[in-house]
């Protein structure tokens, strides 16, 4: 259909039929694409002449022309790059307008974007108010950057300006809407020409890439157009284009953009897929880095970018110093490509610059070969290490008993030559001043990535776990303490706080005063906290295990106490999974005191006779005020238990 970028009195008539304000907002999805707006093409499709009882059709038809549009070459190979949105526009009526003096019987029917035919007199041009349609995309996608207006009638038509549209209920719709998209997006000229009844063009050379003033004979002498075309898959120059027969030539004696039903020229199909690919450069993730570094040669490194479709794949090259490798690996999940290289399999030593250049060989570009896109991406490579030390080490609040809270300040530096990931650091309690792994740990947290000569400083609370007997302790932090990171000096990693050792009391801080409890009568079982003064104010939660052993698998018991498969870790100070709920444990929760102190209560049901024994284990986890309910918390406590039989 006609490109009405070409008419001149185009700007007069959208002058004249605009009517600028304030467009809805509708709802909107995402129908094709990650939905990333990054380096990708946003087209939006939207509705004309839809009520809201016809949107499913509408729908229908978006999907439809979803299939249509990803299926036409190139945009097959290259539909991961793009991004279809869905904007649902209700109008008051159905269809679009058809006035005279097309129709001798003009109708108008009221639609939300003013979709008409007869559009500077030709009877198949369907138009909608650009205005409205631009403001209403913008509304609703921000960012998008081709918009597509499926209009609800039955009449052949379509035209393209700033925007496409298309009579959807035609049954030529679908390659009506690719073919009015190869003009609004892909700047095509219509190939076809009106017969005898056009002139002969004798203007300058015209700027679409489809179309020129040129023979082939003297494209080819003046490497102009598609002179480097001329010769492969039947493309050559044929008269008549852009509505005139004779004085402009195309590519092929037939494409997309001359009748319905063909596939893009190789001309128009380059044009295509260079405007897709031209909107992106920059991959979707890159690992580590480029901006870090020199990293250790045996690190993986990797990037990824939208994977190509079927008849297209990019081909990675690695290159060492600017000299290809062997190597690598690539997969492909969810539309995304990932090219990876294992630094190890290089064998070098000393500084080095690994770069991955990605290309795509096909055929349908010959501009340029290979194709290439993507902006190339480097590391830096050094065998010299980085290297933790950990300067400072210092306690803030120093607890006294298990369970209790501690602070610790640590100031980690790298001394080496060489970028460190970020890595683990672990606070340990030792029955000496030397701190190893086999100590009891108390807290982990993470560092942050370090270039050379850099340091980090931060302080953490910790807690000391409930299963560390009286005596004396000492504190500290090991950086590193899972060994992840190869060192220039590896001895220098842990860090005793200086003041040690610090006498610790392991006081049983919780008791149940009903040990055994009947089956089938009610027994209120009261429990003693004794937190410490360091928990005065906070709340407490009580916390039964309903289990054989503290730990396991939840029981029989849980459907009558309403708690199931609750786990302990008195390493990590968490629990998790577990429900709670009323009325068995509505009392069972509350406020320490002054002293950290507090009684809590559990009325145990009356269980039907006949059930196997089993026992409730008892905990209690000291939190801010007021946060209660799912729970992952420490848990600061030994355990109490209620033998039921």
Known sequence: MRDLRLLPALAVLLAATAIAGAQSVWNTTLIHGDGSPTDRLDIVIMGDGYTAAEIPLFHTHAANFVTAWTSEAPNDRYKNFVNIWRVDVESAQSGADKPGPCWTTPTFVNTELDATYCTGGTMRCVTTNTSKVMSTAALNVPGFDEVIVAVNDAEYGGCANSVSNYAAANSSGLQVAVHELGHSIFGLADEYDYGASSSTYTGNELGQVNVSIHDATSMAALQTKWHYWIGTEGVSAFEGARYYQFGIFRPKSNCKMRSNGQPFCPVCREATLEHILGMYHDPIAVSPSPSGGPYQNATIFSLSVPAAGAGAAWVATWSLDGTPVLGGTVSVSGGVATYSYDGSSLGVSGQHTLTVSLQDTTSWYQKATPLDPFDDVSWSLSDVNADFDVTVAT???????????????????????????????????????????????????????????????????????????????????????????????????????????????????????????????????????????????KGYYMVPSLTSSFGGPGSWLGFYVGFVNLTFDDLTDVFVTGAVGAPYFQDFSGTLDANGEASASFLKPALPAGLPPASIYFAYAVLEPGVFGFLHVPLISRTASVLIF
């Open 395 to 537: 306690l803030g609040q120093v607890p006294t008993k298990a369970g209790e809270l501690g602070t610790m300040m640590t100031t980690v530096t790298n001394g080496g030559l060489t970028s460190s990931p970020s890595v683990r650091i672990g606070y340990y309690a030792s029955n000496d001043p030397i701190i190893t792994t086999s100590d009891a740990l108390m807290e982990i947290s993470l560092i942050p990535a370090l270039p050379p000569g850099t340091s980090t400083t931060s302080t953490r609370e910790f807690r000391v776990p409930t299963t560390v007997t009286n005596g004396l302790r000492y504190f500290g932090v090991i950086v590193d303490d899972l060994n992840q990171v190869t060192e220039t000096n590896e001895s220098n990693n842990a860090e005793s706080v200086a003041g040690g050792p610090f006498p610790i009391t392991a006081d049983l801080n919780l008791t149940a005063d009903a040990i055994i409890a009947p089956l089938t009568t009610p027994v209120l079982v009261n429990l003693d906290i004794a937190a410490g003064p360091a928990h005065a104010g």
